[in-house]
């Protein structure tokens, strides 16, 4: 299920989750509350209406960087900002909505579903984003109607429990909340005053980019960054950075809003690996395999040099699979691939097909004598025997070669030329090699 759906599926829960928040604020007290929650449910309509719009290359990369579209109208955040100021909301009480609605929907959200993955996480990606633009923008349009105090600490104290601070004009620190004094390990008193350098932090340089084009355009910036900090709490972190403009509509300091994605990120991971790697053994599967060959291919390409292609079936495979179960024709499938990553450089890559099928691309190689030593190690290699419990059964493996570009110029017919030398490795017996369009070569 998609977040927006979700979102409006469970609106109910969402806003009594909601509403007992709103009781804490003293000005939503004096709300009816009819009012209270259409205005709140109209947030999380606006939302969703946002998670499940198209966007565009240049609109994806305008909204990464906290930008809304050039030339749109007063947004629902500023006329929400507006709104509550005028019903004499703080601004501490005014982003507090915003934080709760993003609690209330990420623990409905996490609670439904405790393993987030694919299009679920980008989901959430953008929440987290059109959240965070909505906050950005109340914080300006505070920024245009209080005083410097009011400003700042109001930009701050309705921050959530994630790192917020503000960096002057020269990115030194001038406030940092609890929870950033937590992250970096250190007193409130002792940030003060220090800029991100100062504290030898990994990602200053580009931090100090980011700023100062937040300064010279007056626009909010979204980024990333990758540390560790002294307190051990995470390693990869987001951050929104938004300028404060005084009555002049000057910049005079820019509020950073982090947040550690680390889980999210390993989630993240864990899907591309799942989507690119082979489960059993770990090597690149046909998918990596293929985007892997189409790069050394332009690789090769542009440096005018040699590519060989070895493609290889397993002789044998299938009677010790029959014979033995699916099991250890699994663990024999593990060695397998242990030996060929053995057999070739690091540079090289091993890659499982399917089944029984391997590939290994070897960029650079200028002989087909290297290529022959090397697939006559892959021959002894698997013609060692494997060992199945306390029996050891043996198998042997037919490869088929091709080069670029002597017999191919691309990766389909590289792959087909391969494919059909290992057929007439396979024609000839046990342990051969065939080289594309030459005579076979037999193995040891």
Known sequence: ???????????????????????????????????????????????????????????????????????????????????RQHSGFSVIETVSEFRA????????WTRTFPALAGEQIEDLTRFHEAIDQAVAESLEQYATEKEMETRLFGAILSASPDP????????????ANKATAELFAMKPESIIGKSTFDLGFSFASELQHNLDKVMADQSTYRGKFAHTFAS?????????????????????ATVCISRDITEQALAEQRVWNNAHYDHLTGLPN?????????????????????????????????????????????RILSDVAER???????????????????????????????VE??????????????????????????????????????????????????????????NQMCFYGTANKTGA
């Not at 609605?101 to 409905?108: D, M, N, T």
């Open 340 to 370: 060929l990553a053995n057999c070739v450089r690091a540079s090289d890559t091993v890659a499982r097909l399917g089944g029984d099928e391997f590939t290994v691309i070897l960029p650079g190689v200028e002989q087909q004598e290297d």
């Open 164 to 175: 917020i601070y503000v960096l002057d004009l020269e990115g030194r620190f001038i406030y």
């Open 373 to 430: 030593i090397v697939a006559q190690a892959i021959i002894d290699a698997l013609a060692m025997p494997f060992s199945i419990g306390k029996q050891r059964v043996a198998i042997s493996v037919s490869i088929g070669v091709s080069f670029y570009p002597e017999v191919a110029t691309t990766t389909d017919a590289l792959l087909e030329a391969a494919d059909q030398a290992m057929y007439a490795a396979k024609k000839a017996g046990s």
């Open 101 to 108: 609605l993003r609690a209330s929907v990420v623990s409905h």
């Open 1 to 83: 299920m998609r977040l927006a759906a979700f979102i409006r599926a469970e609106i109910e829960p969402i806003l009594r989750d909601w509403e007992e928040f709103a009781k804490t604020l003293f000005h939503a007290k004096h709300m009816d509350k009819a009012g209270l929650r259409d205005h709140a449910k109209q947030m999380l309509l606006e939302i969703a209406t946002d998670i499940d719009s198209f966007q565009s290359d240049p609109d994806q990369d305008a909204k990464s960087k906290g930008l809304a579209p050039e030339g749109e109208e007063e947004s629902w955040a500023e006329v929400h900002g507006e709104d």
């Open 286 to 330: 046909r998918r990596l395999f293929l985007d892997r060959l189409e790069q050394e291919v332009k690789h090769a390409k542009r440096r005018s040099r040699p590519l060989a292609l070895l493609f290889m079936d397993l002789d044998g495979f299938k009677d010790v699979n029959d014979s033995f179960g699916h099991e250890a024709g699994d």
């Open 232 to 252: 051990g709490q995470g390693e990869k972190f987001e951050y929104l950075l938004a300028p404060v403009l005084d009555e002049q509509q000057n910049s005079e």
